[in-house]
């Protein structure tokens, strides 16, 4: 699992590859939760390179995404590949952080 970090026009893109399962999770979580809220402000999520999602890393990003509305943040996801994007639909992520199908999105649903 590896994260990589990017200024993208006034938000913050984190760029997520790899297997976000219970390992993956564990591996990246600490530092993802505490550069995401950090950095406060809008998150973009990329999640192209990510191969898959489970639980756990359901799990952890709806705990970092309601800690950054704590502070008055948002946190946006993108890009996710079809096999991640069913695992956001049938756990209903969606229904909890905002779901685009591509950066150029994000970034518009950012400055909305």
């Known amino acids: 699992m590896d ?12 760029a997520l590859a790899g297997r976000l399962d219970t390992a993956g999770a564990g591996l990246i979580e600490p530092r993802f939760a505490a550069v995401v809220v950090a950095r406060g402000g809008t ?3 990329d999640l192209t390179e990510l191969s ?11 705990s970092t995404a309601r800690s950054l509305a704590f502070k008055g943040g948002r946190m946006i996801l993108y890009g996710a590949a079809p096999q991640v994007a069913d695992i956001i639909e049938t756990t209903q992520l969606d229904e909890i952080i905002p779901v685009v199908g591509s950066e150029a999105e994000a970034l518009g649903l950012a400055r909305a």
């Open 3 to 14: 994260m990589q970090v990017f200024e993208l026009d006034g938000a913050t893109k984190f």
């Open 43 to 45: 998150a973009l999520i």
């Open 52 to 62: 898959f999602l489970a639980s756990l890393g359901v799990r952890m990003l709806i």
